[in-house]
T-cell receptor, first 111, second 115 residues
Framework: QKEVEQNSGPLSVPEGAIASLNCTYS??????FFWYRQYSGKSPELIMF????GDKEDGRFTAQLNKASQYVSLLIRDSQPSDSATYLC???????????FGKGTMLLVSP | DVKVTQSSRYLVKRTGEKVFLECVQD?????MFWYRQDPGLGLRLIYF???????EKGDIPEGYSVSREKKERFSLILESASTNQTSMYLC??????????????FGAGTRLSVL
């Protein structure tokens, strides 16, 4: 079983706010976790990856991983209209070498 | 910059036709992947390859085959196209290694319509 669940959204936040995007996964043995961003009509691009429990920060982005709760999140601080996109959570389940993607959460940042 | 190039942006084919989707990467990446993306179903892995001449089935390989004769090129083949294969097809590549192989670079995609 290798399901990755995301709320489809849209998640609407005002410019300058913190956007919080959430993802749960079914396989407790999953080891690595990725966030990809996909603008409308474009292909996905990697934002961040995280392997260890806790937080990982990169600029305005923070990935948070809680393996006990099987939960990974992406926080975007000081959200900008240019952050409006669909965010795809991806997981490598145990016993697999490839990514399983969630269906994505659409984020809308209003000026 | 990594460049993954898919040969066609849009394709229209007839049911029963043999369809070739081509993907070329210019960064000497070991790994290449083919996905399809459908509304409500997300991104799903069709086939992948970790080396020349090597291929492995992904989650939805039925109705598809692949070819990797050269390191930089990975082809997806629809032997007999059907309407349920109408979709956006995305190619991706990555370097080797357990950690890096899932840092994938995607092509622009090919929107295939099968009529």
């Amino acid at each position: 079983q290798k399901e990755v669940e995301q709320n489809s959204g849209p998640l609407s936040v005002p410019e300058g706010a913190i956007a919080s995007l959430n993802c749960t996964y079914s396989d407790r043995g999953s080891q690595s976790f990725f966030w990809y961003r996909q603008y409308s009509g474009k292909s996905p691009e990697l934002i961040m990856f995280i392997y260890s429990n806790g937080d990982k920060e990169d600029g305005r982005f923070t990935a948070q991983l809680n393996k006990a709760s099987q939960y990974v999140s992406l926080l975007i601080r000081d959200s900008q209209p240019s952050d409006s996109a669909t965010y795809l959570c991806a997981v490598v389940p145990s016993g697999y070498s490839t990514l399983t993607f969630g269906k994505g959460t659409m984020l809308l940042v209003s000026p | 910059d990594v460049k993954v190039t898919q040969s066609s942006r849009y394709l229209v084919k007839r049911t029963g036709e043999k369809v070739f989707l081509e993907c070329v990467q210019d960064m000497d990446h070991e790994n290449m992947f083919w996905y399809r993306q459908d509304p409500g179903l997300g991104l799903r892995l069709i086939y992948f390859s970790y080396d020349v001449k090597m291929k492995e089935k992904g989650d939805i390989p039925e109705g598809y085959s692949v070819s990797r004769e050269k390191k930089e090129r990975f082809s997806l083949i629809l032997e007999s196209a059907s309407t349920n294969q109408t979709s956006m097809y995305l190619c991706a590549s990555s370097v080797g290694g357990d950690l890096a192989k899932n840092i994938q670079y995607f092509g622009a995609g090919t929107r295939l319509s099968v009529l």
